[in-house]
């Protein structure tokens, strides 16, 4: 039965494009790895490093508003209300605004690109030696930002189990409010 398959079925010919060239580098075990490794350290050192000055505008523009409520209200109940409950609290969420940006900017950038399809298949055997689907990749690496929407993505994930597991696993990312 083999040799009658082998001479009667013939395999098509892989066509020579420019996707399967980068697949045969991005796919590779140990190169696609490494490569996986290296886009990771530059989006992660572009939330935390490349943000930061603009986290510190935003922080000293929110200081800059609750000094000016300071000097315009007299002391007192309203006062502390506006610049301590209403400014500081607002301004304390706003300013992880840039981080969550950026990340979800590298994230979208790399999904149109087709690389994080690439990235779920490289991280399967990773991510089921801890129990989890490759496809899970994508929903951690989201809740780095915040872990509300890293739950979302999960939808992709078509075992219930391997969703729900997901799930509970994405508030264990740290996000940087945490941090």
């Known amino acids: 039965a083999d040799r009658i398959i082998a001479a009667a079925v013939q395999m098509p010919a892989k066509p ?10 991005l796919l590779h075990p140990a190169a696609g790895l490494a490569i996986l490794l290296a886009l990771l350290f530059v989006m992660f050192q572009a939330v935390f490093a490349w943000a930061k000055p603009i986290m510190d505008l935003i922080s000293a523009d929110f200081d800059g508003l609750g000094g000016i409520v300071n000097d315009t209200l007299p002391a007192g109940l309203l ?68 872990a509300n929407p ?18 509970l696993v994405a508030p264990l990312m740290t996000c940087s409010a945490r941090i």
Request: proline share 3%; aromatic share 8%; with cysteine.
């Open 16 to 25: 020579d494009t420019l996707t399967t060239r980068l697949d045969a580098v």
């Open 79 to 146: 006062q502390s209300f506006i610049q301590n409950g209403v400014i500081s609290g607002v301004g304390s969420v706003i300013v992880f605004l840039p981080q969550i940006l950026i990340l979800f900017l590298f994230i979208l950038l790399l999904e149109d690109l087709g690389y994080m399809a690439r990235a779920a298949f490289l991280m399967d055997r990773i991510m089921g030696s801890a129990g989890l689907h490759g496809r899970a990749f994508i929903p951690l690496l989201s809740s780095f930002a915040c």
């Open 150 to 167: 890293g739950i979302m993505p999960t939808r992709v994930i078509g075992v219930r189990r391997d969703r729900l597991t997901t799930i």
